[in-house]
C-alpha cells in the first residue's frame, strides 16, 4: 500500500494530481465494494463506480480537518442507497458474496457447508430494515470503526452502535445461532 496518507493524497488530487485521486481509489475500492454489495446487492459496483466520479466532483468540498475514509464512505453508503431504492423491478435482493481465497487442503464437503452459511448469512442480512442492513455493511462489510460508522450514518455513536446490536440480535434469531461476521 502507498505509504502516503489521505491527506495528502486528497490535497494533491484537489489540486489537479489524478495520479493521486488513483490511489485513493485503488486504497478504498475493495472496503467500498463490500460497503455497495451490503446495501445495494448487485448494484454495488455501479453504486461505487458513481461514488468515486461523485467523490472526484467534490473534492473541493472536502475540508482537510476531516478524515477522508468517513467521508468517502458517506457517498459510496447514499449512492448504494439510491441505488436500492430504484430497484423497483427486483421482487428480493440478492447480495453478492466474494468467497476469500481457500487453502488447496480444504475438503469439498467443508466448501459446500462454508458456502451454504455464506448464503444463510447473506439472506439474513438482505431481510434486515435497511438502517440494520447499512450498519451492519459498514462495520463488517467496510470494517469502518464505531465511530466511523455513526458518522457515515450521520447519527450519535451510541446510535449506530444500538442499531447493530438489534441487528445482529435479529441475525442470531433468523439463523438460530451465534453470528460471526
Request: hydrophobic residues 40%; contains cysteine.
Amino acid at each position: 500500500m502507498d505509504p502516503t496518507s489521505d491527506a495528502e493524497l486528497v490535497v494533491s488530487a484537489q489540486a489537479g494530481d489524478v495520479d493521486a485521486f488513483t490511489v485513493l481509489v485503488e486504497r478504498y475500492r475493495p472496503p467500498a465494494l463490500r460497503l455497495a454489495y451490503g446495501i445495494a446487492g448487485d448494484e454495488g459496483e455501479d453504486a461505487v463506480q458513481d461514488a468515486f466520479v461523485n467523490t472526484f466532483r467534490k473534492l473541493d468540498t472536502f475540508r482537510p480537518s476531516s478524515a477522508f475514509r468517513p467521508w468517502l464512505f458517506t457517498i459510496v453508503a447514499n449512492e448504494a442507497r439510491n441505488r436500492r431504492r430504484s430497484m423497483s423491478r427486483r421482487a428480493s435482493l440478492e447480495l453478492r458474496v466474494r468467497v476469500q481465497s481457500q487453502s488447496t487442503g480444504t475438503a469439498a464437503d467443508t466448501l459446500a457447508i462454508e458456502h451454504e452459511q455464506r448464503l444463510r448469512l447473506v439472506a439474513a442480512v438482505n431481510d434486515l430494515a435497511d438502517h440494520h442492513r447499512e450498519v451492519v455493511a459498514l462495520r463488517f462489510f467496510a470494517g469502518l470503526s464505531e465511530s466511523e460508522t455513526a458518522e457515515v450514518l450521520s447519527c450519535p455513536p451510541g446510535t449506530a452502535k444500538s442499531r447493530l446490536s438489534r441487528a445482529l440480535e435479529q441475525l442470531r434469531t433468523t439463523l438460530g445461532e451465534e453470528v460471526t461476521l
